[in-house]
């Protein structure tokens, strides 16, 4: 007995350390090496690099966790940071790469709030695969509930922006921001308020004009207030004033002007 107290003893911390090991190996990415010579790297070699990292995500959604998930989900959340945020590179090879990231993300931590605007905005937005970044949040909604985590409402927002922007599926997206407004009420802050009037009032727009421009120009101004970088901002700025909307920056935020007519 002694001796099986002693070999569980051992052998527990070692798997521990293996895994730990696993998983910082796979943490580097192959695009790591592009950081020096990225400049002089032809196209060929970047997407053979992108192939590897390619790779490197299929053996970590095969990885066990061993208990190490929200590791796992911050490790490959962080490769998805530098990933996303090498515009260089990203303008020659595109951003398919970007939902393999969220999920393994989401299946390690679907409560990771964090993750899911950036993966509405580099799935939908960058890599045009807005079937698969829903899919994935609809994943990720069945282990949240209105309070964990906390402002979980917004995975609800995020998945409505997506179907009526890129998808054009009203009737999905006022679902959607309903069910938002209802998770948002559950919190007495003036912030989860505001989401809640705000996300309510979208739904019922939606209701009565499934193709409001009005609505689809105010839904592309949620996006700008989500903190996004200076590349999406410019994005969602063509997108505002190709519906006739202006954007106009002030020292309080972002003020959006509408057409005349809807």
């Not at 989860?192 to 592309?220: C, E, G, K, M």
């Not at 997108?239 to 057409?259: C, D, Q, R, W, Y």
Request: with cysteine; net charge neutral.
């Amino acid at each position: 007995m002694l001796l099986r107290l002693s070999y569980q003893a051992l052998i527990t911390p070692l798997v521990a350390c293996f895994s730990v090991l696993g998983v910082s190996v796979l943490q580097f990415p192959r695009l790591q090496s592009l950081l020096i010579n990225k400049q002089a790297a032809s196209l060929e070699i970047l997407e053979q690099d992108i192939k590897k990292e390619h790779l490197r995500l299929s053996l970590l959604k095969e990885f066990p966790s061993f208990g190490y998930d929200n590791f796992i989900a911050n490790c490959v959340y962080l490769s998805f940071l530098q990933y996303f945020g090498d515009d260089e590179v990203r303008e020659k090879t595109g951003y398919s790469l970007s939902p393999e990231y969220f999920e393994i993300i989401i299946k390690n931590d679907p409560r990771f709030l964090g993750a899911y605007v950036s993966l509405s905005t580099s799935t939908s937005m960058y890599a045009a695969m807005p079937e698969r970044s829903i899919e994935l949040m609809k994943e990720g909604l069945h282990s949240i509930t209105p309070q964990v985590p906390d402002k979980s409402y917004y995975v609800w927002r995020y998945k409505g922006i997506d179907e009526l922007l890129f998808l054009g599926n009203s009737q999905a997206a006022q679902h959607s921001f309903a069910i938002a407004a209802n998770w948002a009420n559950n919190y007495s802050d003036a912030e989860s308020q505001y989401i809640a009037q705000n996300s309510h009032q979208t739904s019922v727009f939606l209701s009565r004009n499934p193709d409001s421009t009005y609505v689809r120009i105010a839904t592309w101004a949620m996006v700008l207030n989500n903190g996004v970088d200076e590349k999406t901002r410019k994005r969602v700025v063509r997108e505002i004033e190709a519906l006739g909307g202006k954007v106009i920056s002030t020292p309080a935020g972002n003020k959006i002007t509408f057409p005349p007519k809807d």
